[in-house]
């Protein structure tokens, strides 16, 4: 039975399974969810997820939410994406842990309030605070990939596809690669690496198909 | 040769992983990590942690970073606070990324703009924002913890030691455990536990410390 993904292209937290769903070779398909019309907040989701967000993963009865777990279970299921050691294996989870709290985080929060709410919604003085603690995780992560090509090991992982997942979305927030000289890099690398795709390209829902939709319903 | 722990008081994040030492019956002894007068930013503290944060764990020659890291250490090394299945497993991890990204992190936060910043340098529009992100998080977690005792399994685990670590504190900033009976029926089961402490017993570094410091120093 093929992996199915709920998830949709604007989730950085999506993309994460998704990407290490898709160059992990593993079946998979994609879910359309329905994020902008409340769907995570409907009571049939918060069924299949109780914290009420995208992506779950459902492989047969299994089901799974956080996309941390989700690519540790396309790690176990596929053999690829991992690592070796415990050594290694701490390093996954401490640039998941990091990623998760001081660069996702604040990176999709940002870019949320400011192209996916109406300007006057938008609470003052929020998106400058967001931005200046996001610079100091720009900083750190373009230090930590200074004299290293990947994130955990010295190959690809999910902790890569952790910490770059925000970072590859057109709609402005503040990152400029050109910036970072070795975040700009890696991104090339990740990107160079075969069968990767953009969000947008990966999975369902963009900004542009909701420019579309409008569009006709008006 | 003992575990040591820099931390302090204050940092919820720590506390996380002082209380899995500390319940784990491993002998450990912690470090004072100075973070109010700019310790966790100094080049020597980057060197031991090149994210700049509290807790750093060192035994022996292993130097580890982020709580949820150290307490899955704590569980390979003591055989305590952890899981037997692959699911349960998942489960931890589980609470674990949600606890670092819509809990912990915005709690934190919070607490900090509140009570450790001046007030003339409270961001405008910060903190409100920040507690109703929380709200929703107070309610995924009581909501989970209606119909069980601990978080990720049957007994207490690391899960349940990082979602906890910010509702002990006696600063208020917007959490109150009355609005929230099963979080509150479960913080009493967790401080319930033969040797639990609180975090400003179990680590150096209180607001009342500082307080004293700063009169001795005026």
């Keep these: 039975m093929t992996i199915r993904l709920y998830c949709f292209g604007e989730s950085g937290n999506s993309y994460k399974a998704a990407l290490a769903l898709e160059l992990s070779g593993l079946g998979w398909e994609p879910v359309y969810v ?14 299949l997820n109780e914290m009420g967000e995208a992506p779950v993963m459902v492989d047969g009865d299994l089901v799974l939410a956080q996309s941390g777990v989700i690519q540790d279970y396309v790690v176990e299921k596929s053999g690829k994406l991992g690592v070796a050691t415990p050594e290694e294996r701490r390093e996954i989870l401490r640039w998941t842990l990091w990623d998760n709290h001081k660069l996702s985080s604040p990176a ?28 100091a995780a720009y900083k750190t992560l373009n230090q930590h990939l200074q004299n290293r090509d990947w994130v955990a090991a010295n190959h690809l992982t999910i902790a890569d596809l952790s910490c770059c ?10 990152f400029e690669r050109k910036d970072w000289p070795h975040i700009d890099a890696w991104l090339s690398r990740i990107s160079d690496t075969p069968g990767w795709k953009h969000p947008y390209d990966l999975m369902p829902g963009s900004p542009a198909d909701r420019a579309s939709q409008e569009g006709k319903t008006t």
């Design 34 to 47: 329905d994020f902008f019309n409340g769907e995570t907040r409907s009571p049939e989701f918060r069924a």
């Design 108 to 135: 999709g929060m940002t870019r949320f309030l400011i192209h996916f709410l109406p300007k006057d919604k938008q609470p003052q003085g929020v998106i400058p605070f967001t931005q200046a603690r996001l610079n």
């Design 165 to 174: 997942s925000y970072l590859y979305y057109p709609e402005p927030f503040g």
